[in-house]
């Protein structure tokens, strides 16, 4: 029973192109992230969704848009793929407002070349 | 969010424990202190939490300096499952987890 799975795991594509990105948590946590970790294995949030609420956007370039159809689901959409959106992208849940730890998913690992 | 330091990377001999420090000077009295671990080839996980009083669960320990300025997790019997990048990070209730570098932990066998 995964709490916090994503997909595809792994993701090869060519510049330009446009991909999306699925996070599913099974947990009813209210509250869902994506992060970015670079080639530098440093991990920086990028948005954080509240009940189908954006509540965090960390200056994130516009052609990465997250959707949350409903409290479960966070997908992220890049568009106009750059070799510099190469990462392992995690999503993780929690619930708002309590001080319990976040659940991350395996992560995907996005190659753009 | 405070700032916290931690050593780069520690080495330790599996079966022993291992003590990973944590300097938080800054920290505010609403500042929880959260300790996190990164296996390689996998997302982040939850170890331990705590505010003031020292906790144990059952993935480890952390001990808190009675000022709060810093604190220890302790993994008890260290394992070869237990080489990752730890990390501790300030969080005020209900904020967002931002991380650090962390510290290599490299367990030999």
């Known amino acids: 029973d995964t709490a916090v799975s994503q997909t595809p795991k792994y993701l090869v594509t060519q510049m330009g192109n446009d991909k999306s990105i699925k996070c599913e948590q099974n947990?009813?946590?209210?509250?869902m992230y994506w992060y970015k970790q670079d080639s530098k294995k440093f991990l920086k949030i990028m948005f954080s969704?509240?009940?189908?609420?954006?509540?965090i956007n960390e200056t994130v370039p516009n052609r990465f848009s997250p959707k949350s159809p409903d409290k479960a689901h966070l997908n992220l959409h890049i568009n106009s793929l750059e070799l510099g959106d190469s990462a392992v992208y995690f999503c993780?849940?929690?619930?708002?407002?309590?001080?319990?730890?976040?659940?991350f998913g395996s992560g995907t690992r996005l190659t753009v070349v | 969010d405070a700032k916290t330091t931690q050593p780069n990377s520690m080495e330790s001999n599996e079966e022993e424990p291992v003590h990973l420090p944590c300097n938080h000077s800054?920290?505010?009295?609403?500042?929880?202190i959260h300790w996190y671990r990164q296996l390689p080839s996998q997302g982040p996980e939850y170890v331990i939490h705590?505010?003031?009083s020292n906790v144990n669960n059952r993935m480890a320990s952390l001990a808190i300096a009675e000022d709060r300025k810093s604190s220890t997790l302790i993994l008890h019997r260290a394992t070869l499952r237990d080489a990752a990048v730890y990390y501790c990070?300030?969080?005020?209730?209900?904020?967002?987890?931002?991380f650090g570098a962390g510290t290599i932990l490299r367990v030999k066998s």
């Open positions: 947990l009813g946590h209210d509250t």
């Open positions: 705590g505010l003031t």
């Open positions: 990070i300030l969080i005020e209730y209900g904020n967002k987890l931002v």
């Open positions: 969704y509240n009940n189908k609420e954006l509540i």
């Open positions: 993780a849940s929690r619930d708002y407002g309590t001080n319990y730890g976040y659940t």
């Open positions: 800054t920290i505010s009295g609403t500042d929880y």
